[in-house]
């Protein structure tokens, strides 16, 4: 699975958009973006995935350059409950028998009133 | 937690005493994973289903075994709990189905988790 680096803190005002960065320059062809987040005390949460082109569900946007080396999840909106740790994942689409998701350290995304 | 419920929450204990946690689903997914959450360690996956009676270890499988009986159960248990087992611990569920068998298990959706005092 290709490398991934995040920032490891940003803050946001309440109500503006959340744009959080992650670089994955080693990507391959077959590898996928995933990002999941973890509200503290509670489980990790599954938001979005895309291949190379950007991907919107209700929860968020995820934006990936053409050259797949990096990616943005976009928060449109966010309040105060999306303060969490983002994970961004990158794994490939042929996962054999590795079930293991590794995630990083993440970015603790502050949302400030 | 996508009709996942993991019983018990909280739990102290005594080393060297066994100890079950169990993660229920209901959503029918075929697959299902036990990690633990430590800091500095991150999630780190320790055993996992791909279906019933189908198990296989994780990357920190020592000391802990798992049971799977029926689709929607998936038994965690310590069977002489030390105190390097205090943990959060988190089930997961993920679905497979042929059409997006390699996405599957990179989706996974995770229980509320169970905080394990050892002492």
């Known amino acids: 699975d290709a490398k991934t680096t995040q920032p490891p803190s940003m803050d946001c005002a309440e109500g503006r958009a959340a744009n959080l960065p992650c670089n994955h320059s080693?990507?391959?062809?077959?590898?996928?973006v995933y990002w999941y987040r973890q509200i503290h005390s509670q489980g990790p949460q599954y938001i979005i995935h895309?291949?190379?082109n950007n991907e919107t569900n209700e929860m968020a946007s995820l934006i990936i350059t053409e050259d797949r080396k990096s990616s943005t999840l976009i928060l449109p909106h966010a309040t105060l409950r999306d303060t969490a740790v983002y994970y961004c994942?990158?794994?490939?689409?042929?996962?054999?028998?590795?079930?293991?998701?590794?995630f990083g350290k993440g970015t603790l995304l502050t949302v400030n009133p | 937690d996508a009709g996942i419920t993991q019983s018990p929450r909280h739990k102290v204990t005594e080393t060297g005493t066994p100890v079950t946690l169990r993660c229920h689903q209901t959503?029918?997914?075929?697959?299902m994973y036990w990690y633990r959450q430590d800091p500095g360690h991150g999630l780190r996956l320790i055993h996992y289903?791909?279906?019933?009676?189908?198990?296989d270890k994780g990357e920190v499988s020592d000391g802990y075994s798992v049971s799977r009986s029926k689709t929607e159960d998936f038994l965690l248990t310590l069977e002489s709990a030390t105190s390097s087992q205090t943990s959060v611990y988190f089930c997961?569920?993920?679905?497979?189905?042929?059409?997006?068998?390699?996405?599957?298990?990179?989706?996974?959706?995770f229980g509320a988790g169970t905080r394990l005092s050892v002492l």
């Open positions: 895309g291949l190379k």
């Open positions: 289903s791909y279906g019933v009676k189908d198990t």
């Open positions: 080693t990507i391959s062809g077959n590898e996928y």
């Open positions: 959503e029918n997914h075929r697959y």
């Open positions: 994942i990158v794994r490939a689409t042929s996962g054999g028998s590795n079930y293991k998701l590794t």
């Open positions: 997961a569920i993920s679905e497979s189905r042929v059409a997006e068998e390699v996405l599957a298990k990179n989706i996974q959706y």
